[in-house]
Each structure stands twice: as structure tokens, then as C-alpha cells.
């Protein structure tokens, strides 16, 4: 399976930015994570869906900022930041493993390209 992912960027503060992953096959199977990591620290789970867990999972950082939607159609899984702050400025990962979320990374059997979120005044 492959990823695209698109959308990232520079904010200041206190900004917005969608970024959106691209997924060659059908999402029904698969459990779609959002990872980051900035320089020098460990890479973390962001977000996650899928289409057997009833809700998505968040870090906690996120929660109430960060949105994980996934539109089937169109195969795309997006991550909707709000109220971004410098804390959110990392490469950002999209990644696939079978049908449930890990907040380890593990059995992943695909990730994306990575894209830069920088998040400053």
C-alpha cells in the first residue's frame, strides 16, 4: 500500500493547517495513524482511525485541536490542526497497519514520505 501525504506548511501561532494522506487501496482494513517527530525527541502517535474502532485516538496534546477524518470514497485520511503551537512543529507521518490503531508504531506495513509542519511567529 502506498502513501501520499500533502499539506504542510508554516503557520505562526495559533494557526490552522489540514494535511492529507493519500491511500492507494481501499481503507477498510486498515488502521490510519497520523505519527510526528521533531528534532531530537521520539515519535509519537498523533491521531488514529479506523473503521473497527468505534472513535478515533488522540494524543492528549491534541485533544480538542486536532481533528482525524477519513472519507472512504476518496481514500484519503486528513488531520485537521487548529490552535497549532510551536510544540506541534515536527515531520509529520501518515502510516497504515491492519484493521487497529498502535500508539507504538507497530506492524506498520506502510509510511508515508514524511511533511514538515513549522510552527512559528
Known amino acids: 500500500v502506498q502513501l501520499v501525504e500533502s499539506g504542510g506548511g508554516s503557520v505562526p501561532p495559533g494557526g490552522a493547517l489540514t494535511l492529507s494522506c493519500e491511500i492507494s487501496d481501499a481503507l477498510d482494513d486498515y488502521a490510519v495513524h497520523w505519527f510526528r517527530q521533531a528534532p531530537g525527541q521520539e515519535r509519537e502517535m498523533v491521531a488514529c482511525?479506523?473503521?473497527?474502532?468505534?472513535?478515533?485516538t488522540y494524543l492528549d496534546s491534541v485533544k480538542g485541536r486536532f481533528t482525524i477524518s477519513a472519507d472512504s470514497a476518496k481514500k484519503t485520511v486528513d488531520l485537521h490542526m487548529n490552535s497549532l503551537n510551536p510544540d506541534d512543529t515536527a515531520d509529520y507521518y501518515c502510516?497504515?497497519?491492519?484493521?487497529?490503531?498502535?500508539?507504538?508504531?507497530?506492524?506498520?506495513?506502510?509510511w508515508g514520505q514524511g511533511i514538515q509542519v513549522t510552527v512559528s511567529s
Open positions: 502510516a497504515v497497519r491492519y484493521y487497529y490503531c498502535n500508539a507504538f508504531g507497530s506492524l506498520i506495513v506502510s
Open positions: 482511525t479506523s473503521a473497527r474502532e468505534a472513535l478515533p
